[in-house]
T-cell receptor, first 112, second 112 residues
Framework: GAVVSQHPSRVICKSGTSVKIECRSLDFQATTMFWYRQFPKKSLMLMATSNEGSKATYEQGVEKDKFLINHASLTLSTLTVTSAHPEDSSFYIC????????FGPGTRLTVL | QKEVEQNSGPLSVPEGAIASLNCTYSDRGSQSFFWYRQYSGKSPELIMFIYSNGDKEDGRFTAQLNKASQYVSLLIRDSQPSDSATYLCAVKPSSGTYKYIFGTGTRLKVLA
């Protein structure tokens, strides 16, 4: 299967700070990546579609100014959680498209 | 609203038994179906996909698809405690987008 990495795997930050999460496709190029969040024991929630070279497409109810997505190359998409608050604490997972969706290992964000 | 439905479980089976996980979908034109396994605290991992009616076997896993009934299932033979996880059914919409519709997952417990 295809390899997708995420960095960092875990981050703890103070309220009001911004956090950047990277998603990389290691052995293939991905023009499309997806960003999900998942609360404990809950299902995946799609946040946005990241398109290389163009603006991300956000799902209804997801604040684009709070969750900034940049897909500047065919192997890298970043999600920046701006002015993080405790309610942003969650498990953030990216996926990249080759023949199907392959998920990164996830980033656990804790906002104090 | 396109939907994918799964019983949340938990489905408990004894070690060595066959575990049967089921999924129904509403988009009749869907062509591609995927099963992901998600261990607690980890991201989803693709285990099987199926496109054609009938059965597809891969080791201890068999995916079954019945498009007329809009039903897809996953059988796990000789279940092991290490198979204990949440299994997510995903459907690629008839529009062809890679924005899959995910079910909420079925939690499987294999009892030693």
């Amino acid at each position: 299967g295809a390899v997708v990495s995420q960095h960092p795997s875990r981050v703890i930050c103070k309220s009001g700070t911004s956090v950047k999460i990277e998603c990389r496709s290691l052995d293939f190029q991905a023009t499309t990546m997806f960003w999900y969040r998942q609360f404990p024991k809950k299902s995946l929630m799609l946040m946005a579609t990241s398109n290389e070279g163009s603006k991300a497409t956000y799902e209804q109810g997801v604040e684009k100014d709070k969750f900034l997505i940049n897909h500047a190359s065919l192997t890298l998409s970043t999600l920046t959680v701006t002015s993080a608050h405790p309610e942003d604490s969650s498990f953030y997972i990216c996926s990249a498209i080759r023949d199907t969706q392959y998920f990164g290992p996830g980033t656990r964000l804790t906002v104090l | 609203q396109k939907e994918v439905e799964q019983n949340s479980g938990p489905l408990s089976v004894p070690e060595g038994a066959i575990a049967s996980l089921n999924c129904t979908y509403s988009d009749r034109g869907s062509q591609s179906f995927f099963w992901y396994r998600q261990y607690s605290g980890k991201s989803p991992e693709l285990i099987m996909f199926i496109y054609s009616n009938g059965d597809k076997e891969d080791g201890r896993f068999t995916a079954q698809l019945n498009k007329a009934s809009q039903y897809v299932s996953l059988l796990i033979r000789d279940s092991q405690p290490s198979d204990s996880a949440t299994y997510l059914c995903a459907v690629k919409p008839s529009s062809g987008t890679y924005k899959y519709i995910f079910g909420t997952g079925t939690r499987l417990k294999v009892l030693a």
